[in-house]
Nanobody, 121 residues
Framework: QMQLVESGGGLVQAGGSLRLSCAAS????????MGWFRQAPGKERDFVAA????????NYADSVKGRFTISIDNPKNTVYLQMNSLKPEDTAVYYC??????????????WGQGTQVTVSS
């Protein structure tokens, strides 16, 4: 079983930046992709970004392209989400997840507990 622990959320003004971290432990594999989803109050959990274990392949939701950057530190088994130019509509609980590939990110039951990001206008 894999455990995922997020950190780095908080309150920031619009236009500001935050960096989220997700540390993986337990069953880790060099074949696993990592990613981020977010869920705003009353809404579905939506895909944000994903990265394969080598870091060579990344995917982003259109709403965050050019503002968010996902990266991975293999020796630390940690994935990061650098969020710049934050908007109030980015306010949500952000969840880290893992899957065998970026194509299947979000379909496996490997989720962190979530970290709150609040962007004030």
């Amino acid at each position: 079983q894999m455990q995922l622990v997020e950190s780095g959320g908080g309150l920031v003004q619009a236009g500001g930046s935050l960096r989220l971290s997700c540390a993986a432990s337990g069953r880790t594999s060099s074949n696993y992709a990592m990613g981020w989803f977010r869920q705003a109050p009353g809404k579905e959990r939506d895909f944000v970004a994903a990265i394969n274990w080598s870091g060579r392949s990344t995917n982003y939701a259109d709403s965050v392209k050019g503002r968010f950057t996902i990266s991975i530190d293999n020796p630390k088994n940690t994935v990061y989400l650098q969020m710049n130019s934050l908007k109030p509509e980015d306010t949500a609980v952000y969840y880290c997840t893992a899957a065998p590939s970026t194509a299947t990110i979000g379909r496996y039951d490997y989720w962190g507990q979530g970290t709150q990001v609040t962007v004030s206008s």
